[in-house]
């Protein structure tokens, strides 16, 4: 952390005020390398002008020059893909301990991949603490699309079952994801994949927004259940849109209360420190679901790096103070 300027400061007619009636406001500089679509949803005005009044500057890095020749910068927040500015970044880490990076390059990278980015919560006992936490079943397709009705059976997967793509990358094919009611017509998506077990949720997901020690939970509409009968008269694969991107809030809608009560806070806390930990980040998202007709059953089917912050209420208090707190070390 800085201090502001080291100039006696002075008034508008130019004479010096005395000092301590001006209180030095520390200063901490954040760098930022995010894409354009980040910047506009994250740096939006009422965090810019909060930070601001709080000593907090915020400065875009250019990912096509060295970082060393940049800032400096007291913190660097990144969500960025490329080998060039993953080389970049990585060096730069090397030659600025001092800089708190968010996050580590290498935790990030655990989230690109839908089977590592759940082993964590699958190596987790959550089964007795307020509800039972785990993940859907799932099977990995690396290769070859036609031993997929047999992977099916082996695993004993129950349809439907929905065709996630297994590397997350950032580009929307990565986001293309398929419901299928009949193992048979899966043979026609293309590996590698991620086969899961859909739950129904009753057509409501909980956003579980990590930043540090905060915890915020939203809801978001979801895929609808899918009945007996949907599956008895159904066949075929069906692409669905990126539901998590454009789902309407489901906050204030009439709701079931089954439905839509909130996931006990014990649960949130303990399940979110254990992935805190595990996963080394202290930036990101949950998705969980709760199994419909049940009241504890629990699973989480995504975790994302660096998620839509501009949609998770008071993020501008919560993330200026949590940058703060960095500096003052809380968060070592
Ligand atoms: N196992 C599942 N059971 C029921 N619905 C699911 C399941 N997995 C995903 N979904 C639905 O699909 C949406 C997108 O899936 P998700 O794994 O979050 O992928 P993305 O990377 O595109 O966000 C979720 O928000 C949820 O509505
Ligand atoms: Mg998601």
Redo the contacts with the bound molecule.
């Keep these: 952390m800085r201090l502001n300027g080291d100039a006696t400061p002075r008034n508008e007619q130019g004479k010096e005020i005395e000092r301590g009636a001006l209180q030095q406001q520390p200063k901490l500089v954040v760098g930022y390398a995010l894409t354009s679509k980040k910047v506009k949803s994250f740096l939006q005005p009422n965090l810019e002008g909060l930070a601001r009044k709080k000593g907090i500057s915020f400065v875009p890095i250019d990912q096509s020059r060295p970082l060393s020749g940049q800032g400096p910068f007291d913190i660097v927040l990144h969500k960025l893909r490329g080998k060039n500015w993953q080389q970049n970044l990585e060096d730069y880490v090397e030659q600025h301990p001092e800089v708190t990076v968010l996050d580590p390059p290498e935790a990030i990278q655990h989230l690109c991949n ?1 089977q590592s980015m759940l082993q964590d919560v699958a190596d987790l006992d959550l089964s007795d603490w307020h509800g039972k936490v785990s993940v ?1 079943k799932q099977v990995v397709i690396p290769k070859d699309p036609s031993s997929i009705p047999e992977a099916v059976s082996k695993a004993g997967l129950t349809l439907p079952l ?1 065709a ?1 793509p297994l590397i ?1 990358d950032g580009t929307a094919k ?2 293309e ?1 398929f419901l299928a009611y009949d193992q048979f017509s899966l043979s026609l998506l293309e590996p590698p994949l991620v086969l ?6 009753g057509g409501v ?1 909980f956003k579980v927004f990590i930043v540090g020690d905060a915890i915020k939970v939203v809801r ?1 509409f ?2 609808p259940d899918v009945t007996k009968q949907d599956l008895s008269h159904s066949s075929g694969v069906f692409r ?1 849109p ?4 454009s ?1 309407a809030s489901a906050d204030d809608a009439d709701l079931d209360p089954g439905v839509s009560e909130l996931p006990p806070r014990a649960l949130l806390e303990r399940l979110v420190n254990e992935l805190r930990w595990r996963l080394g980040l202290r930036l990101f998202n949950i ?1 969980i ?1 709760r199994e419909h007709g049940t009241k504890d059953r629990y ?1 989480v ?2 975790i ?1 790096y660096f998620p839509g912050y501009g949609k998770m209420p008071g993020y501008e208090h919560i993330f200026t103070e949590f940058l703060l707190g960095l500096v003052r070390g809380n968060y070592k």
């Design positions: 839908r859907p929905i996630k997350v990565s986001h994801l899961q077990e859909f739950v129904n949720h997901l978001r979801s895929l669905f990126r539901v998590s991107c789902a998705d679901i699973y089917i995504d994302n």
